[in-house]
C-alpha cells in the first residue's frame, strides 16, 4: 500500500551522519558466558560477532532440504553454532568452543526469521485509522493529512515504534518503500532503522528523476549501515511512465532492484502497470512488485516468464477491500513470492497472522482447503521465498552452515500454542508474537526471553504518544 507523493523540498545541509555503522551495532550488544544458560537470562552481556551456541532445539527448521528432513529441513533435538554473524553448524550434539555462551532451547523451535518483502514503517502513526475506507480513501483520509506534518524527532519514533514491533514479532528483514524526499527526514528515517539492529531494504520513491539526491542517500546514509541496503521505488503508470524510466535507470546504475506497486486495486487496470515495465525493459529479477491482485492470466505468465518478484501482503489487501491476489496460478508457475506487512494498513507486525490469512483466504477464494499455498509453502514463503524475492537467499532466509545468522527461536509452551500436536501447522495456525522468545540478526540478540534487548519499550511507547498528540494537536 503506496503513499499518495508529498511536494519534494531541498535537501537538508544539516551534518551528515556519523558513525551510523557503529550505532547500529552498540546499542545491543551481548556479553559472553561459558556455562549453558537459560534463553534471555545471560550471566554477562554477549558481544556482538561473538560465538552463541543454541542448545538443545527440540525442532530446528533449516529450510534447507539438504541440512534437514522434508521440504523444511526439519532437525530434531538440535543445536545451532553462531560464529562472527554466520552459521558454523546445525546438527545434535555439537562441541562447544571456547568461550560460546551456550543457551538452552530445549522444549523450543528455532527457524530463520521472517522477511517482510513489503512495508511502510512510518505509517504507524495512523494505526487503526480509517478503518472504513479502501486504498484511495485511505490516501484521503490517513496518510495525506499525517505526511505533510512529520518532523524529523517524530518520524524517528514512529519508525523506530514500528521496527521494533517488527523486530519483536520475530521479522529479521524487512524492506521499507518510502516516499518522504527532505534529507533531514531520510537522514531521521534511516537513523531509526539502524538503531533497531533489523537487516532492512531502504527503498526510496524519487519524486522527479534526481540522481543526485538518490545517489546521496544511498551512499551517505544506507551504505554505511552493516545492514542497510537500497532500492529504487516507484509506482508505475502510463501518466508517469518517463518517470518510472528514470528510476528504473537509476536502479541499473546502482546495481539494486526496482520496487515498484502494481495493480492493487482494479481501477488501476487504466494505468497499465505491467505494460509500462515491459516497455522501460524493467521485467526481469531486479523487479520486485508489491500486492500484483488484479494481473491477467497473461500478465502472470509474463511474469513468470521474466523472473519477476512478488510481494503479496493479505492482511492490507483484505483490510482495504482490495482483492485476493491469484496465489495459485503464482505458484504454479513457480514466481518467487514473498510476504508483506504493508505497514499502517495491517495495524500489527504479526507475522504469524500474515501467514495464516495468505493460506485462508486463498482456501475462501476457491473453497478448496488443498489449494496453494500450504503450510509448508506458507512457510517458506515467510523465510526464504522472502529472501528470494529480494535476491538475498544466498545470506539469509535458511540456516545451512556459510548463511548469517538471523533466525527466531518460538517457545511453545504457552496457552494458546500447547499441547503439541503439529507443530509445523501450529507455528502458523496458533502462533503470535508472544511465542517469538528469542531474535537473532547476524548472530546478535535484538530479544531474549521474550523482551527486547536494552530496550525501553515504555519510552518508545511514550515518545510516539507524544509526537502523535503534537501532530495531530498541529492539524
Given amino acids: 500500500m503506496q503513499s499518495a507523493p508529498t511536494p519534494p523540498s531541498a535537501p537538508s545541509r544539516r551534518a551528515l551522519l556519523t558513525g551510523l555503522g557503529l550505532a547500529a551495532a552498540a546499542p545491543l550488544a551481548l556479553g559472553v558466558t561459558a556455562r549453558p544458560a537459560p534463553l534471555g537470562h545471560p550471566d554477562q552481556p554477549v558481544q556482538a560477532g561473538r560465538t552463541v551456541l543454541l542448545r538443545g532445539a527440540s525442532l530446528v527448521l533449516t529450510m534447507d532440504p539438504s541440512v534437514g528432513s522434508g521440504p523444511l529441513g526439519a532437525i530434531e533435538n538440535a543445536d545451532v553454532l553462531m560464529q562472527n554473524g554466520t552459521i558454523s553448524a546445525v546438527g545434535t550434539a555439537l562441541q ?96 531509526a532503522l539502524a538503531g533497531t539492529g533489523v537487516r532492512f531494504a531502504y527503498a526510496m520513491f524519487p519524486p522527479k528523476p534526481d540522481a543526485v539526491l538518490v545517489t546521496k542517500v544511498k551512499k551517505e546514509l544506507v551504505d554505511p549501515v552493516p545492514l542497510g541496503s537500497f532500492q529504487v521505488a516507484t509506482h508505475a503508470a502510463r501518466a508517469v511512465q518517463d518517470l518510472n524510466r528514470a528510476h528504473w535507470e537509476a536502479a541499473q546504475d546502482m546495481g539494486v532492484m526496482l520496487n515498484s506497486h502494481v495493480l492493487e486495486r482494479p ?9 509500462v515495465l515491459t516497455d522501460i525493459g524493467a521485467l526481469g529479477p531486479r523487479l520486485l512488485i508489491n500486492h ?64 495464516k490469512t495468505a493460506i485462508g483466504l486463498q482456501r475462501a477464494r476457491t473453497t478448496d482447503a488443498g489449494v496453494f499455498p500450504q503450510v509448508h509453502d506458507v512457510l517458506r514463503m515467510a523465510t526464504l521465498g522472502g529472501a528470494e524475492a529480494l535476491g538475498i537467499a544466498d545470506r539469509v532466509g535458511s540456516l545451512p552452515p556459510g548463511k548469517r545468522a538471523d533466525l527466531v527461536v518460538i ?51 511514550r515518545e510516539a504518544e507524544a509526537a502523535a498528540t503534537h501532530l495531530r494537536a498541529t492539524a
Fill in 292 to 355: 500484483a491482485i488484479h494481473l491477467t492470466d497473461a500478465e502472470i505468465a509474463a511474469v513468470a516468464e521474466h523472473d519477476v518478484r512478488a510481494a503479496h501482503c493479505p492482511l492490507s489487501n483484505m483490510r482495504l477491500g482490495s482483492g485476493i491476489m491469484r496465489m495459485s496460478e503464482f505458484g504454479r508457475r513457480g514466481v518467487k513470492v514473498g510476504l508483506g506487512l504493508d505497514g499502517g494498513t495491517n495495524d500489527s507486525s504479526d507475522f504469524h497472522a500474515l501467514m
Fill in 96 to 191: 562447544a568452543p571456547r568461550g560460546a555462551w551456550v543457551v538452552d532451547a530445549s522444549g523450543k523451535l528455532a527457524m530463520p526469521g521472517f522477511v517482510d518483502t513489503h512495508t511502510h514503517l512510518w505509517q504507524a502513526v495512523i494505526r487503526g485509522g480509517c478503518t472504513d475506507r479502501d486504498l484511495f480513501g485511505w490516501f484521503q483520509g490517513c496518510t495525506d493529512p499525517q505526511r505533510g506534518r512529520l518532523t524529523p524527532a517524530a518520524l524517528h519514533s514512529f519508525v523506530r515504534l514500528a521496527a521494533l514491533d517488527a523486530v519483536q514479532s520475530g521479522v529479521t528483514t524487512l524492506v521499507d518503500w518510502v516516499d518522504i524526499f527532505s534529507y533531514d527526514l531520510i537522514e531521521s528515517y534511516v537513523r
Fill in 267 to 275: 481501477e488501476q487496470r487504466a494505468d497499465d502497470p505491467i505494460g
Fill in 411 to 461: 517457545d511453545p509452551a504457552a496457552l494458546n500454542f500447547a499441547p503439541r500436536f503439529d507443530w509445523v501447522g501450529q507455528i502458523v495456525f496458533n502462533g503470535r508474537p508472544e511465542n517469538v522468545d528469542a531474535v537473532f540478526v547476524d548472530g546478535r540478540a535484538l530479544k531474549l526471553g521474550g523482551r527486547l534487548v536494552e530496550v525501553d519499550t515504555d519510552r518508545v511507547v
